[in-house]
């Protein structure tokens, strides 16, 4: 029997595994202070429990996450037949006095070591401390439009 969608066991899922370990930015929604829908790219890191984003302490999205920390979160890929996993869960914002390691190892995943690190060396010449958001998954739903298909598909 497959697991079902909304289970914590679908991020066990070889797909799921290989979305997480991606240079995919992922797409954060949210609910911004105007009471409107928001979708943004954002880098990410995996760490096994969590999903980890750094952002400037000044991002009109802290705000917003504070009044309403309910997100969604996907990480899809630009192949046919299309995989995306989902994920919901609430932001948690712990301002640190530096760049978030998890930024960090984001960077060089998505750049490569040394443009990574470079990356990093320059923006902390930008600002000097940023948000830590951290998204404990709640739920979470995976499509591959092979095995797993939207409901409306599903029979």
């Known amino acids: 029997m497959p697991v079902q969608q909304g289970s914590l066991e679908l991020l ?9 370990q991606s240079n995919i930015p992922a797409r954060l929604a949210y609910i911004g202070t105007d009471g409107a829908p928001r979708v943004i790219p954002i880098w990410f890191h995996w ?8 952002t400037p302490l000044k991002a009109p999205k802290l705000k917003a996450l504070k009044k309403n920390p309910k997100v969604a979160l996907t990480i899809d890929d630009n192949q046919f037949p299309h995989r995306v996993l989902m994920v919901r869960g609430k ?6 006095e530096d760049i978030v390691p998890e930024y960090a190892l ?3 995943r998505y750049f490569g070591p040394d443009q990574g690190k470079a990356w990093v060396k320059q923006l902390r010449g930008m600002i000097s401390s940023m948000a830590r958001v951290t998204i404990t998954p709640e739920w979470v739903g995976l499509l591959d439009f092979k095995t797993r298909f939207p409901s409306a598909l599903a029979s």
């Open 47 to 54: 760490n096994g429990r969590e999903v980890v984003m750094g």
């Open 91 to 96: 932001a948690r914002l712990d301002p640190m």
């Open 12 to 20: 066990k899922d070889p797909i799921a595994k290989e979305l997480l």
């Open 106 to 108: 984001a960077a060089e």
